[in-house]
């Protein structure tokens, strides 16, 4: 029996009667503490004896608590535990998209903009673990001021850690044997009890679509049997015979959706969502949630990695290109702090909590972005968030060509800088909207090159090196590729994939060239530092060159690094520590930073904090070998040979580059272990019947066992070889036992190399 008016509820006393169904009745409320009208969710006094629709409304209740989204109805309260059993929601006034469609057919771009905020809604879901599993007209709610809202959540599908969270009960929602949903709506799989996923909720959303459209439901029979065999057999006829006027390719798009098979379907509601504004011309609106100092200057922003759709899985370089472009724009200006790439990148692929992720990087605002690419047309949707209060502060959608990239680019920089009310230079101002290239193909081959550059592996490096090359013949004057295809093949070199004498000419030539270019360009003359630095033992021309880079880019990371390398190799250990943590502050989170943030301590034979810093970033980067190969060292120089081996076989085990074996041969060797030093050595003998693999890879082995003679022998080959490591031969604790024979010293005078001091650093 219905309640009746003035009723209470704990603090609730029912108004009135909105409506009834299968689970019980729904009122409007008063919240005697608040004084405002809610609407009050009561299940049935006999249904609250069924455990299964008890769990069904307690799923509904946690699972809507667990959503905050402007497109999810909002959940204020509920008794859960004693009857009779209630929700309180917010109280919303209109109609059901049933009883819309009832009345009347919708117009084709007014449900495309109801189709987009229902997926805006699915897509907060499924990022929280959430599948809805019955979606319909009857559970979508228009409200008067023409908001949607998702309704009913009851028999939502929570992901297994979800599921024990929010205490629901496995053995009723996961039920794999029972069939659970709406006929009509319900996609095969779900009928089948397979497994759902966000496609799941695709096709559900699909048909609504097509009912909104159309004014005809996509699959109809006369009984629920013939319903269903309509679902696994038959297509609906296409859109386009009911409703002429409607774009070819949105008819394509709903069948799309509607596919039997879930692969075959969009596998992200945020992605589909994006699609559906464009169709309509729609751009979805700014939403202000209150002023929070609308009118302050933010000084800091993440702009957090763009996300691609599945359905574009080759965009992915562009997404990434995208917002690592936008971060090396707006780090050039000095008013503003921006988070560095490998900091943000590391929530790549996650689901993430933007506002969250803004507070824990304690910066003033967050931007986020999504990109769907279709042949040559982009869709780029761009949202930018105050992080104090989580109030948009402007959002966009563009859809230009792929060959519009640069103008986009500029257009959302731009835009951020006003809404941050951030002040700079005319000279920040060019800079800002500079571009190094016009030619669309030969950004795309730079983008493509820094994908797989960031990568850090050797097979990701080679194909950099290509994709650099690429974009040097469709552009011979792009300056920034240059720079790249340099950076790559001294990279391969130190990773021993190339013999450093064939290439020091092409990567003086690639550096030249950038410079020649744009001389104002300072990743090339970092990049000339570097090889100043390792390859050609000019430490001097190294710093001058690496403080110019940073004379025209302060922010650059990267090129603080490679100064407190020559500052440190020209035993100036406290400057290059300064230098080094410079550059952890600028980019706290790369592999590459922290590891040799620690060389200056390591240098310094101050081991027991050399391993506190190299096992402090072997924990931040688990996968990165070099960390570990060090570790491993620091552990044996200390005498600690066997923890040193654990270290040193498990960088071996991760390692992608023949440089990891040889510190594993030298601790064998100064452990006694000479049997194991030598296996080592027979491997790189024969590796190098097939590949280059430089000579110091054996003096390291050979100065670990105390072979003094063979040691020599190699190092003296390693100098004429140009390898890299000969650059800190006066500081490598690997040559400590060599150091006071009269060859070496000689060895090193002939390479100009500063004396050998041992300087202590501090933190």
Same mark, same amino acid.
């Given at each position: 029996?219905?309640?009746?008016?003035?009723?209470?509820?704990?603090?609730? =006393?029912?108004?009135?009667?909105? +409506?009834?169904?299968?689970?019980? =009745?729904?009122?409007?409320?008063?919240?005697?503490?608040?004084?405002?009208?809610?609407?009050?969710?009561?299940?049935?006094?006999?249904?609250?004896?069924?455990?299964?629709?008890?769990?069904?409304?307690?799923?509904?209740?946690?699972?809507?608590?667990?959503?905050?989204?402007?497109?999810?109805?909002?959940?204020?309260?509920?008794?859960?535990?004693?009857?009779?059993?209630?929700?309180?929601?917010?109280?919303?006034?209109?109609?059901?998209?049933?009883?819309?469609?009832?009345?009347?057919?919708?117009?084709?771009?007014?449900?495309?903009?109801?189709?987009? @905020?229902?997926?805006?809604?699915?897509? %907060?879901?499924?990022? @929280?673990? &959430?599948?809805?599993?019955?979606?319909?007209?009857?559970?979508?709610?228009?409200?008067?001021?023409?908001?949607?809202?998702?309704?009913?959540?009851?028999?939502?599908?929570?992901?297994?850690?979800?599921?024990? *969270?929010?205490?629901?009960?496995?053995?009723?929602?996961?039920?794999?044997?029972? $069939?659970?949903?709406? $006929?009509?709506?319900?996609?095969?799989?779900?009928?089948?009890?397979?497994?759902?996923?966000?496609?799941?909720?695709?096709?559900?959303?699909?048909?609504?679509?097509?009912?909104?459209?159309?004014?005809?439901?996509?699959?109809?029979?006369?009984?629920?049997?013939?319903?269903?065999?309509?679902?696994?057999?038959?297509?609906?006829?296409?859109?386009?015979?009911? $409703?002429?006027?409607?774009?070819?390719?949105?008819?394509?798009?709903?069948?799309?959706?509607?596919?039997?098979?879930?692969?075959?379907?969009?596998?992200?509601?945020?992605?589909?969502?994006?699609?559906?504004?464009?169709?309509? +011309?729609?751009?979805?609106?700014?939403?202000?949630?209150?002023?929070?100092?609308?009118?302050?200057?933010?000084?800091?922003?993440?702009?957090?990695?763009?996300?691609?759709?599945?359905?574009?899985?080759?965009?992915?370089? !562009?997404?990434? +290109?995208?917002?690592?472009?936008?971060?090396?724009?707006?780090?050039?200006?000095?008013? /503003? *702090?921006?988070? %560095?790439?490998?900091?943000?990148? *590391?929530?790549?692929?996650?689901?993430?909590?933007?506002?969250?992720?803004?507070?824990?990087? +304690?910066?003033?605002?967050?931007?986020?972005?999504?990109?769907?690419?279709?042949?040559?047309?982009?869709?780029?949707?761009?949202?930018?968030?105050?992080?104090?209060?989580?109030?948009?502060?402007?959002?966009?959608?563009?859809?230009?060509?792929?060959?519009?990239?640069?103008?986009?680019?500029?257009?959302?920089?731009?835009?951020?800088?006003?809404? !941050?009310?951030?002040?700079?230079?005319?000279?920040?101002?060019?800079?800002?909207?500079?571009?190094?290239?016009?030619?669309?193909?030969?950004?795309?081959?730079?983008?493509?090159?820094?994908?797989?550059?960031?990568?850090?592996?050797?097979?990701?490096?080679?194909?950099?090196?290509?994709?650099?090359?690429?974009?040097?013949?469709?552009?011979?004057?792009?300056?920034?590729?240059?720079?790249?295809?340099?950076?790559?093949? %001294?990279?391969?070199?130190?990773?021993?994939? &190339?013999?450093? *004498?064939?290439?020091?000419?092409?990567?003086?030539? @690639?550096?030249?060239?950038?410079?020649? &270019?744009?001389?104002?360009?300072? =990743?090339?003359?970092?990049?000339?530092?570097?090889?100043?630095?390792?390859?050609?033992?000019?430490?001097?021309?190294?710093?001058?060159?690496?403080?110019?880079?940073?004379?025209?880019?302060?922010?650059?990371?990267?090129?603080?690094?490679?100064?407190?390398?020559?500052?440190?190799?020209?035993?100036?250990?406290?400057?290059?520590? %300064?230098?080094?943590?410079?550059?952890?502050?600028?980019?706290?989170?790369?592999?590459?930073?922290?590891?040799?943030?620690?060389?200056?301590?390591?240098?310094?034979?101050?081991?027991?904090?050399?391993?506190?810093?190299?096992?402090?970033?072997?924990?931040?980067?688990?996968?990165?070998?070099?960390?570990?190969?060090?570790?491993?060292?620091?552990?044996?120089?200390?005498?600690?040979?066997?923890?040193?081996?654990?270290?040193?076989?498990?960088?071996?085990?991760?390692?992608?580059?023949?440089?990891?074996?040889?510190?594993?041969?030298?601790?064998?060797?100064?452990?006694?272990?000479?049997?194991?030093?030598?296996?080592? /050595?027979?491997?790189?003998?024969?590796?190098?019947?097939?590949?280059?693999?430089?000579?110091?890879?054996?003096?390291?082995?050979?100065?670990?066992?105390?072979?003094?003679?063979? @040691?020599?022998?190699?190092?003296?080959?390693?100098?004429?070889?140009?390898?890299?490591?000969?650059?800190?031969?006066?500081?490598?604790?690997?040559?400590?036992?060599?150091?006071?024979?009269?060859?070496?010293?000689?060895?090193?005078?002939?390479?100009? /190399?500063?004396?050998?001091?041992?300087?202590?650093?501090?933190?």
């Amino acid at each position: 029996m219905p309640l009746a008016p003035a009723t209470r509820l704990g603090p609730y =006393e029912i108004v009135s009667l909105i +409506g009834a169904g299968g689970m019980g =009745e729904v009122y409007k409320g008063r919240d005697t503490r608040l004084d405002r009208d809610v609407a009050v969710k009561v299940l049935s006094e006999k249904l609250g004896l069924d455990v299964r629709l008890l769990s069904r409304f307690r799923t509904e209740a946690k699972a809507i608590a667990a959503l905050s989204h402007p497109n999810i109805v909002s959940i204020y309260d509920a008794e859960l535990e004693h009857a009779p059993f209630f929700l309180v929601t917010e109280l919303l006034e209109g109609e059901t998209v049933r009883q819309a469609i009832e009345r009347s057919p919708l117009g084709w771009q007014r449900a495309l903009e109801i189709g987009a @905020a229902v997926a805006d809604g699915l897509g %907060a879901a499924h990022a @929280a673990g &959430i599948i809805h599993r019955d979606l319909k007209p009857e559970n979508i709610f228009v409200t008067t001021r023409h908001g949607v809202k998702i309704l009913d959540f009851g028999l939502a599908r929570f992901k297994p850690a979800l599921e024990g *969270r929010c205490g629901v009960l496995a053995s009723t929602l996961s039920d794999t044997t029972a $069939v659970i949903g709406t $006929v009509g709506y319900m996609a095969p799989e779900q009928v089948r009890a397979e497994a759902v996923t966000p496609a799941t909720d695709m096709f559900s959303l699909g048909c609504v679509l097509y009912e909104m459209i159309t004014g005809h439901k996509a699959f109809q029979g006369p009984t629920a049997a013939s319903t269903l065999a309509t679902v696994f057999n038959e297509r609906p006829r296409h859109a386009r015979e009911y $409703v002429h006027e409607i774009p070819a390719e949105l008819d394509r798009w709903i069948a799309h959706c509607l596919a039997k098979d879930a692969n075959d379907r969009p596998q992200s509601a945020h992605d589909l969502a994006l699609i559906l504004r464009d169709f309509s +011309g729609h751009r979805k609106p700014s939403r202000r949630l209150g002023n929070g100092g609308a009118n302050s200057r933010l000084e800091s922003l993440a702009v957090l990695p763009f996300l691609t759709s599945p359905n574009s899985p080759d965009a992915e370089y !562009l997404a990434d +290109g995208v917002s690592e472009t936008l971060i090396n724009n707006l780090a050039q200006l000095s008013c /503003l *702090r921006v988070v %560095a790439r490998s900091t943000v990148f *590391r929530h790549k692929g996650r689901d993430i909590d933007p506002i969250q992720i803004g507070r824990d990087l +304690g910066v003033s605002a967050v931007l986020t972005g999504r990109i769907f690419q279709r042949g040559e047309i982009l869709v780029i949707a761009v949202e930018l968030v105050r992080v104090s209060d989580g109030s948009q502060l402007w959002g966009q959608q563009y859809k230009r060509k792929l060959t519009d990239i640069f103008a986009i680019e500029d257009e959302i920089s731009t835009e951020i800088l006003g809404r !941050l009310r951030v002040r700079f230079t005319a000279n920040e101002q060019s800079r800002l909207t500079r571009h190094h290239t016009a030619n669309p193909d030969a950004y795309q081959s730079y983008l493509r090159g820094r994908h797989s550059w960031n990568k850090r592996t050797i097979e990701g490096m080679r194909q950099a090196r290509m994709h650099f090359e690429q974009a040097i013949e469709a552009d011979p004057g792009y300056a920034r590729a240059y720079a790249g295809l340099a950076d790559c093949i %001294a990279m391969l070199s130190i990773y021993s994939e &190339i013999d450093p *004498r064939q290439v020091q000419a092409r990567v003086k030539v @690639a550096h030249d060239m950038a410079l020649e &270019i744009d001389p104002g360009l300072a =990743e090339a003359h970092a990049s000339r530092g570097f090889k100043l630095l390792l390859f050609d033992w000019k430490f001097e021309e190294a710093e001058a060159a690496l403080r110019r880079a940073l004379e025209l880019n302060s922010g650059y990371a990267s090129a603080h690094q490679w100064l407190g390398f020559a500052l440190g190799l020209s035993m100036r250990l406290q400057e290059a520590r %300064a230098a080094m943590r410079t550059a952890q502050e600028l980019d706290p989170f790369s592999a590459s930073i922290n590891t040799t943030a620690v060389w200056p301590v390591y240098w310094a034979r101050l081991f027991d904090e050399a391993i506190e810093g190299f096992r402090s970033a072997a924990a931040l980067h688990p996968g990165y070998w070099v960390a570990h190969y060090y570790l491993g060292l620091s552990y044996c120089h200390q005498g600690n040979y066997g923890q040193g081996i654990l270290a040193l076989r498990h960088a071996a085990d991760i390692g992608d580059s023949i440089w990891r074996f040889a510190g594993l041969g030298f601790v064998y060797g100064r452990a006694g272990q000479s049997e194991q030093a030598r296996e080592v /050595l027979a491997q790189l003998h024969e590796v190098g019947q097939e590949r280059y693999v430089p000579a110091i890879y054996s003096a390291i082995v050979h100065s670990g066992l105390g072979d003094i003679d063979e @040691a020599l022998a190699y190092l003296e080959r390693a100098v004429e070889e140009r390898n890299w490591e000969i650059a800190w031969l006066h500081v490598d604790p690997f040559w400590d036992s060599l150091r006071s024979d009269p060859r070496f010293q000689r060895l090193q005078a002939h390479v100009a /190399l500063p004396s050998t001091v041992h300087m202590p650093v501090t933190k």
